[in-house]
């Protein structure tokens, strides 16, 4: 049985995830290495556990979480498509079975709000996960003035949080906002098709989706 702790000491793994994220840095994208895969799979363990799914779906999760941007090392249009035919080879030279093979390239394959669609509980949680991870210290640009929207919306979070409620009835994604820096409708510019992915994916997960920043319910 491959575990997540096995997939995080991969040394070819942490190769590409180091080397896409290289890739990206020089297009100017926010980070996408270690600390936002390792977050992505806190979270997708998360919502999993707390909705009560069984310890292997979560682990799978996990391990999809951490793989999920090894596309990037091919070229950041369709990653996840590149993503998942790499952990497909990764994971199949591994010993992975084809069932559980199966769950994990599906969720890498459709973790993309261009073509993804939440088709199985992994893939649904990968996708809140992914798009929940907005964060100061994912900005790489170090002079305020150059930053584009994306650096102004992510530095301009100070607290994230995506929070389910004790009835297991709605998922919250808990933003604060300093406006001095990005406008609420900043957010909603870039983030909008990410929202409805995310709408999607906890429909899949039984539950409701909604947003509120600086307190403010948005969605």
């Known amino acids: 049985m491959i575990t997540y702790n096995q997939i995080r000491q991969n040394e070819e793994i942490q190769t590409y995830i180091r080397h896409a994220d290289a890739s990206l840095a020089v297009l100017g994208y926010t980070e996408h290495s270690f600390a936002h895969v390792t977050q992505c799979a806190k979270i997708a ?43 497909f080879r990764i994971l199949d030279k591994l010993g992975m079975p084809a069932e559980e093979l199966c769950t994990v390239v599906t969720a890498i394959g459709n973790h993309d709000e261009g073509s993804g669609v939440p088709v199985n509980a992994v893939a649904a949680a990968l996708i809140l996960a992914d798009k929940s991870d907005v964060r100061r210290s994912r900005v790489r640009n170090q002079d305020p003035t150059t930053f584009d929207i994306h650096d102004r919306v992510n530095f301009s979070v100070e607290h994230s949080a995506l929070v389910i409620d004790d009835s297991k009835q709605t998922i919250t994604l808990h933003l604060s906002i300093d406006q001095s820096i990005s406008s609420i409708m900043d ?23 909604q947003l509120r920043i600086n307190n403010q319910q948005l969605l």
């Open 45 to 87: 363990a998360y919502l999993l556990e707390t909705m009560g799914y069984d310890a292997r779906s979560v682990e799978l999760a996990q391990i999809a979480a951490y793989m999920h941007d090894i596309g990037n090392l091919v070229n950041r249009v369709d990653h996840s498509q590149s993503g998942a035919l790499m952990a």
């Open 187 to 209: 957010y909603f510019e870039i983030f909008l098709e990410r929202m409805t992915l995310c709408r999607r994916a906890a429909d899949k997960l039984g539950l409701k989706f």
